[in-house]
Protein backbone atom coordinates (compact mmCIF):
# COMPACT_ATOMS: atom_id res chain seq x y z
CA UNK A 1 0.00 0.00 0.00
CA UNK A 2 1.18 3.57 -0.97
CA UNK A 3 1.74 5.76 1.47
CA UNK A 4 -0.05 8.13 -0.70
CA UNK A 5 -3.28 7.70 -2.20
CA UNK A 6 -5.32 9.68 -5.16
CA UNK A 7 -7.86 8.98 -7.03
CA UNK A 8 -6.42 9.14 -10.29
CA UNK A 9 -10.09 10.15 -12.13
CA UNK A 10 -10.22 11.44 -15.19
CA UNK A 11 -12.32 14.26 -13.32
CA UNK A 12 -14.03 16.50 -15.98
CA UNK A 13 -16.50 19.19 -14.67
CA UNK A 14 -18.27 22.14 -16.60
CA UNK A 15 -16.96 25.54 -15.86
CA UNK A 16 -17.94 27.22 -13.37
CA UNK A 17 -18.17 24.11 -10.95
CA UNK A 18 -17.10 23.12 -7.67
CA UNK A 19 -14.09 20.96 -7.98
CA UNK A 20 -13.28 18.55 -4.91
CA UNK A 21 -9.73 16.90 -4.98
CA UNK A 22 -8.59 14.86 -2.04
CA UNK A 23 -6.03 12.85 -0.66
CA UNK A 24 -5.44 10.02 1.65
CA UNK A 25 -2.24 9.00 4.09
CA UNK A 26 -1.31 7.06 6.42
CA UNK A 27 1.84 7.83 8.08
CA UNK A 28 0.52 9.98 10.51
CA UNK A 29 4.15 11.89 10.92
CA UNK A 30 3.48 14.06 7.48
CA UNK A 31 3.25 17.46 8.98
CA UNK A 32 3.86 19.49 5.98
CA UNK A 33 0.99 19.22 2.36
CA UNK A 34 1.06 20.52 -0.61
CA UNK A 35 -1.19 20.66 -3.44
CA UNK A 36 1.08 20.76 -7.01
CA UNK A 37 -0.57 21.36 -10.58
CA UNK A 38 0.98 19.93 -13.41
CA UNK A 39 0.39 20.99 -16.93
CA UNK A 40 1.02 18.46 -20.10
CA UNK A 41 4.62 18.13 -20.85
CA UNK A 42 5.24 20.84 -17.92
CA UNK A 43 6.66 20.20 -14.96
CA UNK A 44 4.33 20.42 -11.42
CA UNK A 45 4.29 23.89 -10.01
CA UNK A 46 3.51 24.64 -6.70
CA UNK A 47 0.11 25.95 -5.34
CA UNK A 48 -0.63 25.72 -2.13
CA UNK A 49 1.15 23.80 1.08
CA UNK A 50 -0.28 23.82 4.83
CA UNK A 51 0.92 22.84 8.09
CA UNK A 52 -0.41 20.28 10.21
CA UNK A 53 -4.24 20.63 10.31
CA UNK A 54 -6.69 23.79 9.06
CA UNK A 55 -7.50 25.69 6.22
CA UNK A 56 -6.05 27.62 4.13
CA UNK A 57 -7.54 30.16 1.08
CA UNK A 58 -5.92 31.87 -1.83
CA UNK A 59 -8.00 33.30 -4.40
CA UNK A 60 -10.31 30.39 -6.09
CA UNK A 61 -8.34 27.74 -4.00
CA UNK A 62 -8.68 26.46 -0.60
CA UNK A 63 -6.87 23.57 1.06
CA UNK A 64 -7.56 21.84 4.02
CA UNK A 65 -5.82 19.23 5.91
CA UNK A 66 -7.75 16.76 8.96
CA UNK A 67 -5.04 15.03 10.69
CA UNK A 68 -7.13 13.13 12.66
CA UNK A 69 -8.68 11.34 9.52
CA UNK A 70 -5.61 11.57 7.90
CA UNK A 71 -7.24 13.39 4.81
CA UNK A 72 -6.44 16.39 2.54
CA UNK A 73 -8.73 18.43 -0.04
CA UNK A 74 -7.93 20.62 -2.49
CA UNK A 75 -11.38 22.93 -3.55
CA UNK A 76 -11.33 25.19 -6.40
CA UNK A 77 -14.28 27.51 -6.94
CA UNK A 78 -15.54 28.72 -10.35
CA UNK A 79 -13.18 26.53 -12.35
CA UNK A 80 -11.97 27.89 -15.58
CA UNK A 81 -10.59 25.72 -18.56
CA UNK A 82 -7.02 27.09 -17.87
CA UNK A 83 -7.60 24.91 -14.97
CA UNK A 84 -7.52 21.94 -16.71
CA UNK A 85 -4.14 19.86 -15.25
CA UNK A 86 -3.04 16.51 -13.22
CA UNK A 87 -2.89 17.98 -9.94
CA UNK A 88 -0.76 16.12 -7.36
CA UNK A 89 -0.73 16.33 -3.51
CA UNK A 90 2.35 16.23 -1.26
CA UNK A 91 3.59 15.58 1.77
CA UNK A 92 6.39 15.58 3.96
CA UNK A 93 6.97 14.57 7.44
CA UNK A 94 9.60 16.97 8.47
CA UNK A 95 10.95 20.81 7.92
CA UNK A 96 13.06 21.93 5.51
CA UNK A 97 12.74 18.16 3.73
CA UNK A 98 12.83 18.16 -0.13
CA UNK A 99 11.81 14.17 -0.12
CA UNK A 100 8.41 14.67 -0.41
CA UNK A 101 5.78 12.41 -0.55
CA UNK A 102 3.41 12.58 -3.54
CA UNK A 103 -0.28 10.39 -4.54
CA UNK A 104 -0.32 9.62 -8.34
CA UNK A 105 -2.32 12.76 -9.14
CA UNK A 106 -6.02 13.48 -10.96
CA UNK A 107 -6.44 14.52 -14.18
CA UNK A 108 -8.83 17.08 -14.03
CA UNK A 109 -10.14 18.78 -17.12
CA UNK A 110 -12.90 21.71 -17.08
CA UNK A 111 -15.03 21.97 -19.79
CA UNK A 112 -16.14 25.19 -21.92
CA UNK B 1 14.92 34.79 -13.38
CA UNK B 2 15.57 31.84 -15.59
CA UNK B 3 13.81 28.63 -13.93
CA UNK B 4 15.03 25.34 -13.69
CA UNK B 5 16.36 23.38 -16.82
CA UNK B 6 16.39 20.32 -18.09
CA UNK B 7 18.61 18.29 -20.68
CA UNK B 8 17.81 16.69 -22.88
CA UNK B 9 14.37 16.73 -22.59
CA UNK B 10 13.40 13.67 -25.00
CA UNK B 11 15.66 10.69 -25.54
CA UNK B 12 15.67 7.28 -26.32
CA UNK B 13 18.07 4.52 -25.34
CA UNK B 14 18.32 0.55 -25.54
CA UNK B 15 18.13 -2.38 -22.86
CA UNK B 16 21.44 -2.31 -20.63
CA UNK B 17 22.72 1.16 -22.03
CA UNK B 18 23.24 3.78 -19.72
CA UNK B 19 22.27 7.93 -20.03
CA UNK B 20 23.06 10.89 -18.07
CA UNK B 21 20.65 13.80 -17.34
CA UNK B 22 21.42 17.21 -16.97
CA UNK B 23 19.97 19.94 -14.40
CA UNK B 24 20.67 23.45 -13.99
CA UNK B 25 19.00 25.23 -10.78
CA UNK B 26 17.70 28.37 -10.46
CA UNK B 27 20.24 30.47 -9.74
CA UNK B 28 20.99 30.93 -6.17
CA UNK B 29 19.01 27.69 -5.30
CA UNK B 30 21.88 25.13 -4.02
CA UNK B 31 19.99 22.03 -3.18
CA UNK B 32 18.94 20.14 -6.41
CA UNK B 33 16.52 17.23 -6.11
CA UNK B 34 15.45 13.94 -8.59
CA UNK B 35 12.25 12.27 -8.64
CA UNK B 36 10.88 9.98 -11.29
CA UNK B 37 7.61 9.92 -12.42
CA UNK B 38 5.57 6.45 -13.88
CA UNK B 39 1.85 6.59 -14.75
CA UNK B 40 1.86 3.90 -12.03
CA UNK B 41 3.81 4.84 -9.29
CA UNK B 42 3.56 8.83 -9.35
CA UNK B 43 6.55 10.69 -8.51
CA UNK B 44 9.03 9.05 -6.44
CA UNK B 45 11.90 10.49 -4.46
CA UNK B 46 15.54 9.48 -6.17
CA UNK B 47 17.83 11.93 -4.26
CA UNK B 48 18.82 14.90 -3.07
CA UNK B 49 22.49 17.12 -3.33
CA UNK B 50 23.03 19.92 -1.17
CA UNK B 51 26.42 21.76 -1.95
CA UNK B 52 28.10 18.84 -3.95
CA UNK B 53 27.02 16.27 -0.88
CA UNK B 54 23.85 13.77 -1.21
CA UNK B 55 21.93 14.64 1.05
CA UNK B 56 19.15 11.89 0.99
CA UNK B 57 18.78 8.64 -1.18
CA UNK B 58 15.61 7.32 -2.30
CA UNK B 59 14.85 3.36 -2.13
CA UNK B 60 16.38 2.90 -5.77
CA UNK B 61 19.25 0.40 -7.02
CA UNK B 62 22.22 1.62 -7.06
CA UNK B 63 22.08 1.26 -11.18
CA UNK B 64 20.88 5.11 -9.99
CA UNK B 65 23.33 7.43 -9.19
CA UNK B 66 23.74 11.43 -9.07
CA UNK B 67 26.52 14.22 -8.71
CA UNK B 68 26.36 17.65 -7.93
CA UNK B 69 29.14 20.24 -9.40
CA UNK B 70 30.52 23.52 -7.35
CA UNK B 71 27.98 25.79 -9.29
CA UNK B 72 25.43 23.42 -7.91
CA UNK B 73 24.39 22.28 -11.16
CA UNK B 74 23.66 18.25 -11.00
CA UNK B 75 23.53 15.28 -13.37
CA UNK B 76 21.88 11.83 -12.66
CA UNK B 77 23.28 8.48 -14.37
CA UNK B 78 21.71 5.33 -14.47
CA UNK B 79 23.12 2.58 -15.63
CA UNK B 80 22.52 -0.67 -17.82
CA UNK B 81 19.12 0.71 -17.98
CA UNK B 82 16.04 -1.65 -18.42
CA UNK B 83 12.69 -1.13 -19.50
CA UNK B 84 10.90 -0.22 -16.57
CA UNK B 85 13.47 2.67 -16.15
CA UNK B 86 11.18 4.46 -18.98
CA UNK B 87 9.99 7.13 -17.39
CA UNK B 88 9.97 11.47 -16.61
CA UNK B 89 12.38 12.13 -14.95
CA UNK B 90 12.29 15.76 -13.06
CA UNK B 91 14.39 18.16 -11.36
CA UNK B 92 13.68 20.24 -8.40
CA UNK B 93 15.73 22.96 -7.00
CA UNK B 94 15.39 25.26 -3.56
CA UNK B 95 16.49 27.73 -1.47
CA UNK B 96 16.63 25.43 1.39
CA UNK B 97 14.79 26.87 4.11
CA UNK B 98 15.78 25.92 7.50
CA UNK B 99 12.25 25.53 8.79
CA UNK B 100 8.52 25.37 6.92
CA UNK B 101 8.13 23.86 4.30
CA UNK B 102 11.01 23.72 1.02
CA UNK B 103 9.29 25.21 -2.37
CA UNK B 104 9.88 23.28 -4.97
CA UNK B 105 10.59 24.46 -8.02
CA UNK B 106 10.27 21.73 -11.05
CA UNK B 107 12.27 21.66 -14.47
CA UNK B 108 10.07 20.21 -17.85
CA UNK B 109 11.60 17.25 -17.13
CA UNK B 110 13.69 14.67 -19.36
CA UNK B 111 11.55 11.81 -20.87
CA UNK B 112 13.48 8.65 -21.35
CA UNK B 113 12.14 6.16 -23.17
CA UNK B 114 13.85 2.58 -22.83
CA UNK B 115 13.44 -0.14 -26.03
Known amino acids: QKEVEQDPGPLSVPEGAIVSLNCTYSNSAFQYFMWYRQYSRKGPELLMYTYSSGNKEDGRFTAQVDKSSKYISLFIRDSQPSDSATYLCAMSPQTGANNLFFGTGTRLTVIP | KAGVTQTPRYLIKTRGQQVTLSCSPI?????VSWYQQTPGQGLQFLFE???????NKGNFPGRFSGRQFSNSRSEMNVSTLELGDSALYLC??????????????FGAGSRLTVL
Open chain 2, 92 to 105: ASSSNRVSGANVLT
Open chain 2, 49 to 55: YFSETQR
Open chain 2, 27 to 31: SGHRS
